[in-house]
């Protein structure tokens, strides 16, 4: 490897990873981590990425990312420290993976459209899945992570059975059984039964899940989106009742109501 190679930015992250994890000098708090105290912490960092994206500031993405990078550095030191593997096998792993994903640019294979190649990437998958697991493998969702966020497993879930045919026609018909479930849910909450009430919320859930499938939403984004307009209509009322010398504590939900409705108004006239 050439010196101009060593002082490429991604090897001196990877060397100052290996000096705040080696014992003698590092840092105390690098060296404590593990696998698992760290996990978290990489989760959160995809989510800041997401968040950067969403709020389209470009400078905040190039640091989340950089954020990002340092995760995976971080897990794959650890592992060289167990002699599992290092960075650039992570690297190497994910080159093969995409070239074998992508016949249609680095093979013979031809892929017309976006649909076409997408469906061949998933039957690519599946014989990954077969492979590792020595042979067939024992369930279509074997493989879905059980560490994702429940709603975006829940689509994922809906879109490994979708491709056997186990999935509801049309849109209309996801609303109908949301309908048949909301009111399973409503004689729940009725009967004052909160373990079955909790188990009809998740169906609710689980069928809104479907829904965005079927509309090719992404329901984490979708709720994200209405998470930022209640903090941003909640905003609002707090405002207002500041310039009346109040407070949500000392309103009522009559007058926030009132104020949660001008916001709504105010929004539609821009």
Same mark, same amino acid.
């Given at each position: 490897?050439?010196?101009? &190679? ?18 003698? !000098? ?11 105290? /760290? &996990? ?26 950089? =954020? ?22 992570? &690297? ?9 994903r992508h016949p249609h640019v ?11 190649? %997408?469906?061949?990437?998933? %039957? /690519? ?21 059980? !560490? ?9 879930l809906s879109k490994r059975a979708?491709?056997? $045919? ?9 609303? =109908? ?24 919320? !998740? ?17 984490? &984004?979708?709720?994200? $989106? ?10 609002? /009322? ?26 709504? %108004? ?5």
């Amino acid at each position: 490897m050439t010196s101009n &190679a060593q002082d490429h930015p991604v090897f001196r992250l990877v060397e100052i990873m290996a000096q705040l994890r080696s014992p003698d !000098g590092g840092c105390p708090w690098d060296l404590e981590q593990t696998f698992d105290t /760290i &996990a978290p912490y990489t989760v959160e960092e995809a989510y800041e990425v997401a968040d950067a994206i969403e709020r389209g500031n470009l400078k905040d993405l190039k640091e989340e990312l950089g =954020d990002l990078l340092l995760q995976v550095v971080f897990h794959a030191r650890m592992a060289e420290e167990q002699g599992a593997f290092d960075f650039a096998a992570v &690297a190497e792993a994910i080159n093969d993976k995409m070239v074998r994903r992508h016949p249609h640019v680095f093979g013979e294979a031809h892929h017309r459209s976006s649909a076409e190649q %997408t469906e061949a990437w998933e %039957t /690519i998958k599946a014989e990954e899945r077969a492979a590792k697991a020595g042979g067939p493998a024992p369930s279509l969702l074997d493989d879905v992570p059980i !560490g994702l966020p429940a709603l975006t497993r829940a689509v994922k879930l809906s879109k490994r059975a979708a491709r056997v $045919g186990f999935v509801w026609p049309s849109a209309l018909e996801v609303l =109908d059984k949301l309908h048949e479930e909301v009111a399973e849910l409503e004689a729940e909450v009725a009967a004052g039964d909160i373990d079955k009430a909790r188990d009809e919320l !998740g169906d609710v859930l689980f069928v809104c899940a479907n829904l965005a499938r079927e509309l090719d939403v992404d329901p984490e &984004a979708a709720l994200r $989106g209405t998470n930022t307009k209640f903090v941003r209509r909640f905003n609002y /009322i707090e405002r207002e009742l500041a310039a009346k010398g109040s407070s949500p504590e000392s309103s009522d939900l009559a007058e926030m109501d009132a104020l949660w409705n001008a916001a709504k %108004t105010a929004e539609k006239t821009r």
